[in-house]
């Protein structure tokens, strides 16, 4: 159930370390990857399983990540608004 959040394009893509044009690349190499697994997969609920855990993985990503890019910015506001 694990296996698409195992692979190294998911690694580069949770890294906190990698680069932009790392990223982009490995999102290519991760959508080909789920395209594959889902042209193949011959137990649909063996599939539902993965792609359903790996969106929940996704999703807990993109979470922190619009956290730490959005926080500073809240917290500065806050800030600011706190002086007027």
């Not at 990223?23 to 792609?51: K, N, P, Q, V």
């Not at 790996?54 to 608004?81: D, E, H, N, V």
Request: hydrophobic share 40%; charged share 25%; proline share 2%.
């Amino acid at each position: 159930m694990k296996r698409l959040t195992q692979t190294d394009p998911f690694k580069i893509v949770s890294s906190e370390s990698s680069s932009a044009s790392e990223i982009r690349e490995a999102t290519d190499e991760l959508i080909e990857m789920i395209l594959e697994l889902s042209d193949s997969a011959t137990d649909d609920t063996t599939l539902f399983r993965i792609m359903n855990y790996t969106r929940f993985i996704l999703q807990t990503l993109q979470k922190k990540s619009l956290c730490k890019f959005f926080y500073p910015t809240l917290l500065f506001r806050a800030r600011a608004s706190a002086f007027h």
